[in-house]
């Protein structure tokens, strides 16, 4: 039960003025004269900020970035951008969590009980949105209390430094590793301090590699404050799930539990419980889904050897999607629906269903079955309970890696800890320093060289990684959007004339399936590619201010490449 009440979320709380005169206060609503009173209060106030957590809901929208391709075109990505007149994450309303969370933190003071937690959730909440500002926007106006209508020239100031605000982050997370419990003593739901970390330890990786690969070496600090927030988990028991013990089903397994709770890989999940209604619609709408996976996604993963499919003798081809992805990393088969995959059965694992062809629905015909359950009971119109992991250890075990590389200081030593146990998950040899200096004339130029190393680290986060909402900022935060100009990013699997003819035989004859084009001979070309091919626009790295705000505050400067849209 303790586990199921913090997510039984309050109701918005109506902190009303009062006539102080008369001193009395609405009984039909809670006041500041009312409210800040107990633990209980707090945390009341602070269960609502959990509902901001990212969920089941979000892992299968795809962006239209080189991974995941959606049905219609990221305007932005082609070029078509335009500043917003209003809104566009600026608003009033896409600023009120960093508020109340800063309301929180100027009237906590009154509650006498020690409640130091409460505090530290309210922090980590706040470092947590204006990561998510500092990831779109760059240098925002940095607030640490709630501002009134009478702050006019706090109201109006200009945009904080990268520096403070980063700085900001990090103290915020800090304060929340300070007090917060161990998982093993925290509250099953609640957050804990090795979530704090495991989200420090993005935040400086992603402000270390920002800095690196835009020339400013002031980068170096970040990245070793990356290794020291990764190392406070991994010296915390966590590890790398086997629950399956097979490497043909132990990663899929991974993605569709009802209860998380004791999985040793799980950081902190998104709770979902069918008893509570509780519950979310990932299964169904990732079978009913349009977007698809990419060529060049696909094309990435290694084969059993370790080698790119390019280097490596046990690659056979693609004259189908079961020949693609013979003698693969299993993980590829435990993402990308085939013919060995069972996609549906009945609740007890009977009655299974596969696709012997690719489903015609995906764009590109690769469909991903990363997070689809292929229970019934899961698959009816949210009604899935499946939790979802927020923060896992193979996140943190790969952000170590990459820090202690790009710095120069990764060993053997430390692959073991980290790459080569996701890597064992699933039966693949290990990495070393050694045999990552083999060619991949496959790899397209992201902009700027980078060494074998680095390469195979970037691959290695995006195998384990996607549909986990963390690619778009993986590649700003390297400066490689010239990736996005790679025409495999847009491409589907290979129709061979053979395929072509069944899908046409499913799909009413001859001439009805039309995605395969001359410009791309056998291959599901996506539709859009027809107009122009995609160039990459440094701008894209951050996202425009919308015009009315740069009206209402002369203070504020309109981010790089922007100004004339």
Request: contains cysteine.
């Amino acid at each position: 039960m303790i586990r199921k009440t913090i997510y039984i979320i309050a109701s918005t709380i109506a902190l009303s003025a009062c006539n102080d005169s008369l001193d009395l206060y609405p009984k039909d609503q809670l006041s500041d004269n009312t409210f800040w009173k107990t633990t209980a209060d707090l945390e009341t106030y602070v269960n609502s900020f959990y509902e901001s957590i990212p969920g089941a809901r979000d892992n299968s929208i795809a962006d239209g970035w080189d991974n995941q391709v959606p049905n219609n075109r990221n305007t932005a990505l082609w070029g078509e951008g335009i500043v917003p007149a209003s809104g566009g994450d600026w608003s009033s309303d896409d600023w009120s969590n960093i508020r109340a969370c800063n309301y929180f933190l100027t009237r906590h003071q009154s509650v006498e009980e020690e409640h130091s937690q409460y505090v530290g959730e309210v922090r980590f909440f706040r470092a947590m949105f204006y990561f998510d500002k500092l990831c779109q926007f760059g240098e925002v106006p940095f607030y640490n209390k709630d501002l009134q209508t009478s702050d006019v020239e706090e109201l109006y100031k200009p945009r904080d430094s990268r520096t403070l605000v980063v700085d900001s982050i990090l103290a915020d997370l800090d304060y929340a590793i300070q007090v917060l419990p161990l998982k093993k003593d925290a509250v099953d739901g609640r957050i804990h301090k090795d979530v704090a970390s495991a989200l420090a330890s993005r935040v400086s990786l992603f402000e270390g590699t920002w800095r690196k690969y835009r020339g400013d070496q002031t980068g170096d600090a970040y990245l070793q404050k990356c290794i020291t927030y990764c190392e406070q988990v991994m010296n915390n028991g966590y590890s790398i799930w086997m629950g399956a013990n097979d490497p043909n089903q132990n990663y899929y397994q991974l993605f569709i539990q009802e209860d998380m709770s004791n999985n040793p890989e799980i950081i902190y999940a998104k709770v979902y419980d069918r008893e509570l209604n509780l519950k979310h619609g990932t299964t169904r709408q990732m079978a009913e889904s349009t977007s698809g996976l990419s060529y060049d996604l696909a094309s990435s993963y290694l084969c059993m050897d370790g080698k790119s499919i390019l280097a490596s003798d046990l690659y056979e081809g693609h004259d189908s999607l079961r020949q693609e992805m013979k003698n693969r990393d299993p993980r590829m088969l435990q993402t990308i629906d085939n013919p060995d995959h069972v996609f549906t059965s009945d609740d007890n694992g009977g009655n299974p269903v596969y696709h012997t062809l690719p489903l015609l629905r995906p764009i590109t015909g690769y469909l991903m079955v990363k997070f689809h359950s292929p229970f019934m009971h899961d698959y009816d119109a949210l009604d899935s309970s499946i939790d979802y992991p927020t923060y896992r250890y193979a996140e943190i075990l790969l952000n170590f890696a990459e820090a202690k590389a790009i710095l120069g200081i990764l060993t053997n030593d430390d692959l073991d800890r980290s790459i080569n146990l996701l890597r064992k998950r699933v039966g693949m040899p290990n990495m070393t320093l050694e045999n990552v200096n083999f060619d991949d004339p496959g790899y397209y130029d992201c902009g700027y060289p980078i060494s074998n190393l680095i390469r195979e680290i970037r691959r290695e986060r995006r195998v384990e990684l996607v549909g986990e909402g963390f690619r778009s900022n993986d590649i700003k935060r390297w400066k490689a959007g010239k990736l996005l100009e790679n025409p495999n990013a847009f491409l589907g699997l290979r129709v061979t004339p053979e395929m072509r003819k069944r899908f046409e035989e499913q799909s009413g004859g001859p001439g009805t399936y039309t995605r395969v084009t001359t410009d791309a001979p056998d291959y599901l070309l996506v539709s859009y590619m027809d107009v122009s091919p995609l160039k990459w626009e440094d701008r894209l790295y951050l996202s425009p201010l919308p015009k009315d705000q740069l009206e209402l505050n002369k203070s504020l400067v309109q981010n790089p490449g922007w100004e004339d849209r």
